[in-house]
Structures are given as C-alpha cells and as structure tokens.
C-alpha cells in the first residue's frame, strides 16, 4: 500500500503554540515501559539552579521509577546544557555522538541503575 501523506509547515506567533507544546510535554514528560524510565524534559529556572532544586526533583523520579518496578532511567542531554548534573546525580553516560544537533555540540546518553 502507498500511501502519500501531505504535510504543511506553517510559522505561528509563540502565544499560539505555546500552550499546545506545553500541554504536550506534560503530558509525556516521562514514560515507562519495560521496566524502564525515560526522562524527556527536565527544566530548572536560572534563578533556582544550584539551590538543590534540580538533585531533589531527580531524587523524585528515582523513587517514582523504583516504585514502579523500573530497574533503570534514561535521558539525554547537551554539552550546553547539564552532563556534569547528571554525573553528580549517579548517572553513568552511555555515549555520547559529536557535532550533533550542530557542530561543536555533543549529545550525552545516560542512565542510571536502580
């Protein structure tokens, strides 16, 4: 079967999207599945990064994902973003590829057994 599928990309003001991308990453901000836990988003505003706010709410999803019989948590991050976090946090970096999403940025693969 062939099918054709038909796509139109659109720029849109950010107030009109922004509630839908929101209430999309909400809605998946984690998932389990095969006894795994996978962290898509985590964010820490500026002004609270280095208060313990971060390491308490990754505290949080080790219990969640042990209360729900995960045996380990995954993620991905950026070089620009937080690996060294993670490290601090006991995760254990898988990999990481080069020059990607653009060149002179690496993206880190973690997991952390529980």
Known sequence: MN????????????????SKVVDGLLDHKSRLSYGKLHVWLLS??????GSGVGTALMNEIAAYGKAHNCHHISLTTFSY?????????????????QNFPLKGVEKYFFVKYL
């Open 81 to 97: 973003q937080a690996p060294e976090f993670y490290k601090k946090c006991g995760y254990s970096e898988l990999g990481r590829i």
């Open 44 to 49: 820490v505003d500026k002004d609270l990064q």
């Open 3 to 18: 099918t054709k599928m038909e796509f139109q990309i659109k720029e849109l003001p950010l107030e009109e999207v922004e």
